[in-house]
């Protein structure tokens, strides 16, 4: 239980006082009047004795008694009614409330911190006024009244007169048998003769002498002159008395009963109804029935007007009911006691003083005294200390059992003067006077006899005043009976039926309990009175049960180890039973309290539970702040519900939000707490949506909300725009460059203001999800912002205009009217703004109505709340509110600061510049293909519309693919034709050719310059060929745009982007881009595959040697069966500096060369160097374009597209040739040697092959074109059209030593030095001689000895090689050279040699004379290696004999 202001050994004797009855007249009550009060209220606040008081028991021992109270009263002859002692009882208890500001009661349990009401005052006041207005029943006297003051006024005509009236009247009240209420404790009742004397207005003389009278008659024992009202009430605000009358009415009396202020007390007989309303000053004169009108009734009797029974009717009646109001409202403002002075108090305090010493005590001795003669007189033959009453008395009894069953036994009825009763009188007695072992003694022999009657009634409250007794005797002789309470509370509540007594028993045995910290047994205690039986139901059952069950959790948390959940689960009983019994404030509080346990620990149920009590509570206490705020925990909290029972909460959350939000319309909105935002998945995106695709136009696949975030793409697209903006800036990227991020989400870098262009859609996606299962419907969604206008051009910088927040002429807002998010729905909503000046603008969050759609129902005893319409869609149930979109951004963690502590960089994505309008560009693809074949060529084109209003300029694009497309090159026609009518022609530039010109090259040249492809431009950046730079507004133009298969097969993504400035140049935006990607599927074709090597032919037709052949290998390599038919290979081009393809050697009758599928195909082609004045210098960047037809059509290889493709290509091989190391060696005498060496065996000669496929498709045939590039570097290596798959490396074990030669060789290679120098023997192929004449053939041979490099070459032709394998001397045969044996020769750069030799022969064969072997070295070097000439075919020579 909770801490109270008094002990438990206070608390007792305070409950249990001698009671004295006080019977005033009229003029007597009139004077008491004056100070607002009446004669019992005037004693009340003096009614403790302030010193010990003495008395003998009957054994003439000495008995102290401390703090003794009396309990003063006016006399009442009707009981209290129990639904006036309920309303009581319930004013009490809402009256009393927690103070303000009141400190709590910290309690820490495991890892609970609760705050916790430490004192319970409610609790106090309820017990205290329940046992003060307990009735008094006959079954205990400790209640009756023990003495009567009979007071009379000294100004009446016959005071002594008036004394014999009023002690006649009480002896009426007591002994008539028309009166059963009040009861009294002995028939002989002490009567104490009080005078009151107004000493401001009477006579002092004729009281003193009245006084001197009434002691004569009286005794000076019974009697006393009481002074009062020493000041008149006008001079009473002269000087402040304290009031010590307040605390007490309003403590006890809420309704202010036993006083005037109650109103219409009502006579319950109806006769003479026209005066049976008191005047509200409560002074009637007149006397009825002799009996003052002051006591006919008591004070909690229920007002009869409440009754239709006896309902008045009448004028007066309802002009007193609606007086008492204002009475009551004035009731505060009263000065108690105004006419009283403090030698006034003290003379009431000694009037109390003296009549409890020489009235109330002696009579109470002698009292005890007669009792106890009494009894030990008749002590006879029985066992207990006075059990011989029983038998003198048997026959007075009226046992009349009706039933031997004990339940019924509670009616058993003693007669005044049984024996039984007497020691029971003489128990309470002893009781009221502390005389706690005597009284413990008679208590338990009377509880015997009880027992041994079966009057259950009388046992019950013998066993609990025992125990009660027992707990109280000084110095502890006995533990505490707990058991006789137990049994009394038993007995009361089931054979008694009757809860009152039960309910004291409870409150006295708990609190003795609580005083022995018997918190466990106590809590049990209380509970088990608490259960709703059917004998004890209705509002005074669930204030009980509240109470008792809110002391209960007070026990459980303060045991030794607190029991937290068990507090908080009665705590919630309570609350329960406090807001049946209509106490809402302290249903609201117990819940609160409880709501600490269950808060965060994941009983999401009961915290649900809970805060919707609070929420009803706090609504119907009109707390709606509070209210929204339990509610909104239930909503916002992930909730295990059902769908049903969220949407009641969802309902009553939606009505009391609407009540809130009407008490203040024009305040701010409020925050809703559904749906949930996920505010970091914010995305803002800038721009147009794109454009659906029209037909056969594409647009730009640009940027939208639909594609999903990708860090790789994101960094292409950065590095894109890098190039093209360093190119644009002479290699430099400015330092105030960001790259244009047209959607911000939580990935993008949202550090730096994003900029928006004006009159250009801001659409921001916020993601909504509803954690509930009953949908929600949000109506008039839209964005809410704040703009502020500002001039970014530099002027009128000191003027800053006001905020805006509302304005559709500045920022425009679009508003969703209806968006549905299902249950646990995860769902975008797009919202667009459209601002029409340039400043910045804020957004700061969604505005909308909240309600939802679902059907009412009632659920878990939730119906619709009041004033709630509950039609099919409850769309009148709609809160207007807000969400905040507070993004917070990324976590800093660069400097040793930020590492170490968390701090979070700022997140700008929802504050954007709006700047000055900028052009804006719109691309579209016309027969744009999504399928090609590996190096097929397609004629596209692509439109350009400016759709702003300003002109755009410096149009380009950048790819990382340059090699898939081409604007053509600066010799294609600027104006083609439409797309519609150019479907049907080649994509090549052709010429027709005669058929007599076949076998030989048609010669052009062009420069890499026209087609965009410079020394050490940027390949990736191609201008877009715009006619006068300028795109006006409104105005479009289409381009043809060629395009090329990817060499590998495979879907292939290529991104486009496009970037484009505006004619005037802004502070804030320099350029703007648009970005596509293109999504290309290639299939497989042909392969080809090429090797180049020297002609053993030395000479061409111009006499200069170095021909060389070309041999080409097609293969058709394309698998799907049905559409590709066949490959035709119609034209084979070269392009070179310095070689150009010259003739076809294997030129078969068929001139077009087919292939179908898996078939190959060989060619063989001659190749020359370009002549003289062919040959340009490295620098004009002149290539000479050869092509080799085998068709009757020539495709202009040397223009746009053939050209254009061929530089691209050509300009990615560079690139990745640029991208290996070079070898860094350290002699440079020997890499000059090498790169010498290499040089000559290096070819720079490309071949192009064009073809075309024939294709069916839904049964129409097509043609499609496409050519491969074959790039040769050097003689004798295979070079492929498509890309080769690299080999993994093989895994190595692991060296952990360093090899000793670490240097790079810089020697030359022996192949390539075997290509240093070429060799050819020029001999007849057979040769007659007649051995018979002559014995020996001598053959002429020419060696032609030609220096491939441009370096002087020293060379050392040895004739003596003799071959060394058998083999060879079998097959060729043996044969001598003859003359000098070894020449040594200089040849100078690029120098034919021929030296004559002769062979001797001497008997006919087949002679191989490749027998020199040729030595090489560089003039400035020392190595010598021997020439390879395996290469080169056998020498063989037939030698006739004729």
């Known amino acids: 239980m909770a801490q109270c202001v008094q002990s438990v050994q206070e608390l007792i004797p305070d409950s249990f006082v001698p009671c004295v009855a006080a019977l005033c007249s009229d003029e007597a009550e009139r004077l008491t009047r004056l100070n607002h009060l009446s004669f019992a209220e005037l004693l009340r606040p003096f009614s403790r004795l302030t010193s010990e008081v003495h008395m003998r028991d009957p054994n003439n021992q000495l008995h102290v008694i401390k703090n003794l109270k009396i309990a003063v009263s006016n006399i009442i002859t009707q009981p209290p009614h129990p639904g006036a002692i309920r309303k009581l009882l319930s004013d009490v208890v809402s009256g009393s409330q927690p103070a303000e500001g009141l400190v709590a009661n910290v309690i820490t349990a495991g890892d609970y911190d609760l705050n916790i009401s430490a004192t319970t005052p409610w609790f106090e006041s309820y017990r205290e006024t329940f046992l003060q207005s307990m009735p008094a029943s006959d079954h205990e006297f400790l209640n009756h009244y023990l003495a009567c003051m009979l007071v009379a006024s000294s100004s009446e005509a016959e005071p002594v007169e008036q004394f014999s009236k009023l002690s006649q009247e009480q002896h009426r009240i007591q002994h008539n048998s028309d009166y059963s209420y009040p009861k009294w404790f002995i028939p002989n009742t002490l009567k104490y003769y009080v005078l009151l004397h107004d000493v401001s207005a009477g006579d002092e003389q004729r009281a003193e002498s009245i006084y001197e009278e009434m002691k004569q008659k009286y005794g000076t024992q019974g009697c006393y002159l009481l002074k009062i009202n020493s000041r008149t009430s006008n001079r009473a605000s002269d000087e402040q008395i304290p009031d010590p009358w307040s605390q007490y009415l309003q403590k006890n009396s809420i309704q202010n009963q036993e006083s005037y202020e109650d109103g219409p007390c009502t006579v319950t007989s109806n006769k003479n109804s026209d005066s049976n309303l008191l005047s509200l000053d409560g002074l009637d004169n007149e006397v009825k029935d002799g009996l003052p009108n002051n006591f006919r009734v008591h004070p909690l009797q229920l007002d009869p ?23 009551k409202k004035t009731n505060t403002g009263i000065i108690h006691g105004a006419c009283l002075t403090l030698t006034d108090h003290d003379r009431i305090r000694q009037f109390i003083q003296e009549f409890t010493f020489r009235g109330l005590l002696p009579h109470i001795e002698k009292t005890i005294r007669q009792l106890n003669d009494q009894l030990i007189s008749r002590k006879g033959l029985s066992r207990s200390l006075f059990s011989a009453t029983k038998k003198w008395f048997s026959g007075s009894k009226v046992p009349e059992k009706s039933i031997n069953d004990l339940k019924n036994t509670s009616g058993l009825l003693y007669p005044p003067e049984a024996p039984e009763l007497q020691i029971r009188k003489m128990a309470d007695l002893c009781f009221l006077v502390q005389h706690y072992d005597l009284a413990y003694n008679c208590y338990h022999t009377a509880k015997k006899d009880f027992l041994n009657d079966q009057a259950m009634l009388y046992a019950a409250g013998a066993l609990e005043m025992a125990a009660v007794s027992a707990f109280l005797q000084p110095g502890a002789p006995r533990p505490y009976p707990a058991h006789y309470m137990d049994t009394a509370i038993q007995t009361y509540r089931d054979i008694c039926k009757n809860m009152v007594l039960a309910e004291r028993c409870v409150l006295l045995s708990a609190e003795i309990l609580k005083s022995q910290s018997k918190y ?86 009961a915290e649900d539970h809970i805060n919707f009590t609070i929420g009803r509570q706090s609504y119907t206490l009109r707390q709606l702040d509070n209210a929204v705020s339990a509610f909104r925990h239930i909503l916002i909290n992930e909730s295990k519900q059902s769908a049903a029972q969220q949407g009641a909460f969802l309902r009553e959350y939606l009505y009391v939000y609407k009540n809130v939000s009407q008490l203040s319309p024009d305040g701010p909105l409020p925050q809703l707490p559904l749906p949930y935002i996920n505010s970091s998945a914010t995305r803002v995106f800038f721009g147009h949506d794109r454009r659906p695709a029209d037909g056969e136009k594409q647009a730009a696949t640009h940027v939208s909300l639909d594609q999903e975030y990708d860090y790789e793409s994101s960094q292409q697209w950065r590095e894109l725009e890098e190039q093209v903006v360093a190119l644009v800036n002479k290699g430099v ?169 968390i701090k979070y960089g700022p997140d700008r994505r929802l504050d954007p510049i709006i700047t000055e309008e900028m052009p804006l560009l719109e691309v579209f693809f016309i027969h744009f293909p999504t399928g090609l074949l590996c190096g097929e060529i397609r004629k596209a084109y692509v439109e350009f519309v400016n759709v702003s209003k300003c002109p755009l300029t410096g149009l380009k694009v950048v790819s990382k693919r340059p090699e898939f497309f081409t604007f053509g090159g600066n010799t294609a026609v600027l104006t083609p034709l439409s797309p519609s009518a150019s479907e049907n022609c080649s994509a090549y530039k052709t010429a027709v050719t005669d058929a007599a010109s076949v076998c030989t090259a048609f010669t052009s040249s062009a420069s890499s310059v026209d087609f965009g492809i410079g020394v050490g431009s940027h390949p990736e950046v191609i201008p877009v060929p715009l006619p006068d730079t300028v795109l006006l507004p409104g105005a479009s133009v289409q381009l043809p745009m060629w395009l090329r298969g990817p060499d590998e097969e495979g879907v292939h993504e290529i991104n486009f ?82 070689w150009k393809l010259h003739k076809s050697v294997n030129l078969s009758e068929n001139k077009d060369a087919k292939l179908g599928s898996r078939e190959k195909g060989k060619f063989c082609f001659k190749a020359i160097r370009c002549k003289e004045k062919e040959v340009a210098t490295q620098s004009s960047e002149k290539y000479t374009f050869a092509d080799i037809i085998f068709g009757n059509e020539q495709i202009i290889s040397s223009a746009s597209p053939c050209a254009d ?40 000669l490309n071949v192009v092959i064009l073809w075309k496929a024939y294709v069916v498709e839904d049964s129409k045939q097509l043609i499609l074109e496409g050519q491969h590039h074959i790039i040769l570097h050097t003689i004798g290596k295979e070079a492929f059209s498509y890309p080769q798959k690299q080999e993994p490396p093989e895994m190595e074990l692991l060296k952990f030593f360093r090899s000793e030669n670490t240097t790079v060789s810089s020697r030359p290679s022996v192949e390539q030095f075997s290509n240093l120098i070429k060799t050819s023997l020029h001999y007849p192929e057979s040769f007659n001689h007649p051995f018979h004449q002559k014995s020996l053939c001598l053959v002429p041979v020419t060696l032609l000895l030609s220096n491939c490099s441009e370096a002087d070459v020293d060379v050392i032709v040895d004739l003596r090689h ?61 190595t010598v290696v021997e020439t390879s000439q395996q290469n080169s075919m056998p020498a063989l020579i037939i030698i006739n004999n004729v």
Not at 1369 to 1383: A, K
Not at 1392 to 1421: E, M, W
């Open 305 to 327: 007007s409440s009754d239709s029974s006896n309902s008045i009717d009448g004028p007066d009646h309802v002009k007193s009911a609606s007086s008492l109001h204002e009475t």
């Open 520 to 605: 466990s047994e106590a809590a049990a205690l209380l509970i088990r009175l608490t259960s709703e039986q059917n004998t004890w139901k209705g509002m005074d059952s669930d204030l009980r049960s509240a109470l008792l069950l809110e002391q209960a959790a007070h026990c459980f948390i303060n045991m030794k180890s607190p029991m937290v959940r068990k507090y908080a689960f009665h705590m919630i009983l309570a609350g329960h039973r406090f807001s049946k019994a209509g106490q809402k404030k302290h249903a609201l509080r117990c819940y609160c309290q409880a709501m600490q346990v269950y808060k965060g620990k994941g009983w999401s149920l």
């Open 733 to 901: 990227i400015p330092s105030n460059f960001h790259p244009t991020q047209y959607c911000l989400n939580s990935y993008s870098d949202n550090s730096k203001f994003p900029l928006a262009v004006v009159e250009e859609p801001i659409t921001v996606e916020v993601a909504f999800r509803n954690p509930l299962k009953v949908p929600l419907l949000l109506t008039d969604l839209s964005l809410l912002w704040k703009f502020q206008p500002k001039d970014f051009s530099g002027k009128n910088n000191e003027e800053v205009k006001e905020l805006v927040t509302s304005e559709p002429e500045m920022i425009g807002t679009e508003v969703i009217s209806e968006f549905l998010i299902n249950s646990e729905e995860s769902k975008v909503a797009r919202l667009k703004l459209f601002p029409h000046h340039i400043g910045e603008l804020h957004i700061l969050g969604v505005v909308y109505n909240l309600g939802t759609i679902q059907s009412s129902m009632t659920v878990d005893g939730i119906g619709a709340p009041p004033g709630c319409h509950t039609e099919k869609h409850s769309l009148s149930m709609l809160v207007r509110g807000r969400q905040d979109l507070e993004i917070q951004g990324p976590r800093l963690n660069n400097t040793k600061e930020e590492k170490t502590s």
């Open 1057 to 1138: 982007l496009f970037y484009y400035e505006s004619v005037k140049k802004l502070p804030k935006i320099r350029h703007r881009i648009l970005r596509h990607t293109a999504v290309i599927c290639t299939s497989r074709s042909l392969n080809v595959r090429a090797t180049v090597c020297r002609s053993n032919s030395l000479e061409d037709e111009e006499g200069r040697g170095g021909n060389m052949l070309v041999f080409v290998d097609v293969e058709n390599v394309n698998t799907s069966e049905a559409s590709v038919k066949e490959f035709h290979i119609v034209q084979v081009s070269s392009s070179s500096k310095h």
């Open 1205 to 1244: 493709f061929f530089y691209r290509s050509l300009s990615s091989e560079l690139k990745k040739s640029q991208v290996q190391p070079s070898v860094h060696t350290e002699k440079h005498s020997a890499a000059d040697a090498v790169r010498l060496i290499q040089k000559c065996s290096a070819v720079d």
């Open 1362 to 1422: 003799k071959p060394t394998s058998p083999e060879s001397l079998e097959i060729h045969g043996s044969f001598t050279w003859l003359g000098q044996t070894q020449y040594k020769l200089r040849l100078k750069g690029e120098e034919i040699h021929s030296l004559q030799l002769k062979a001797c022969f001497v008997h006919t064969g087949v002679y191989n004379l490749g027998t020199p072997r040729v030595f090489a070295k560089l003039s400035d070097q020392l």
